[in-house]
T-cell receptor
Framework: EAQVTQNPRYLITVTGKKLTVTCSQNMNHEYMSWYRQDPGLGLRQIYYSMNVEVTDKGDVPEGYKVSRKEKRNFPLILESPSPNQTSLYFC?????????????FGNGTRLTVT | GQQVMQIPQYQHVQEGEDFTTYCNSSTTLSNIQWYKQRPGGHPVFLIQLVKSGEVKKQKRLTFQFGEAKKNSSLHITATQTTDVGTYFCAVTSYNFNKFYFGSGTKLNVKP
């Protein structure tokens, strides 16, 4: 089944403790991206990747890192999480970038930083 | 960055009533996508509009792209409880592979 898999679904952590949210897709998609969803703000893009080893900042990249060492994986790293990063996070992939093909979203990761 | 305004923020309707959400941009868009997110779920792609004045239909859903490619609407005829969720529009800038989402319209349908 074609899908985007995110883990974990729920994560509670403390300020400053490094964490990684994994994202994997099995559709051989070139484009992958991360979003955070906050009430009233919709989805905001954090980082995106056009292909392996090619990543770039989205609208709200501060406090986040990503890597794209393999085509299928695109982990989101929070080196020193803070409470303002408490949010619902989605990973998404598409066959191409530039809005020319649909985004396929993972099931989301709800992160709480205390 | 690219700004896209979406209204209304919330809409409560009685089952059988119609519903419309609007997205507006101050700049010309290359295309626009629409997504639906059910409560507790993830956004799911509905449709993409590319051409000026384009109108597409999916059963009770009608999507329009403005003539100037600066606005778009999603209209649902005779809502059903299965239409409950948040509807988002999404746009990308011409020069960058960035996505910008509207703030969403949360639809509640009373049976």
């Amino acid at each position: 089944e074609a899908q985007v898999t995110q883990n974990p679904r729920y994560l509670i952590t403390v300020t400053g403790k490094k964490l990684t949210v994994t994202c994997s897709q099995n559709m051989n998609h070139e484009y992958m991206s991360w979003y955070r969803q906050d009430p009233g703000l919709g989805l905001r893009q954090i980082y995106y990747s056009m292909n392996v080893e090619v990543t770039d900042k989205g609208d709200v990249p501060e406090g986040y890192k990503v890597s794209r060492k393999e085509k299928r994986n695109f982990p989101l790293i929070l080196e020193s999480p803070s409470p303002n990063q408490t949010s619902l996070y989605f990973c998404a992939s598409s066959s191409t970038g530039s809005g020319n093909s649909p985004l396929h979203f993972g099931n989301g990761t709800r992160l709480t930083v205390t | 960055g690219q700004q896209v305004m979406q209204i209304p923020q919330y809409q409560h309707v009685q089952e059988g009533e119609d519903f419309t959400t609007y997205c507006n941009s101050s700049t010309t868009l290359s295309n626009i996508q629409w997504y639906k997110q059910r409560p507790g779920g993830h956004p799911v792609f509905l449709i993409q509009l590319v051409k000026s004045g384009e109108v597409k239909k999916q059963k009770r859903l009608t999507f329009q792209f403005g003539e100037a490619k600066k606005n778009s609407s999603l209209h649902i005829t005779a809502t059903q409880t299965t239409d409950v969720g948040t509807y988002f529009c999404a746009v990308t800038s011409y020069n960058f592979n960035k996505f910008y989402f509207g703030s969403g319209t949360k639809l509640n349908v009373k049976p």
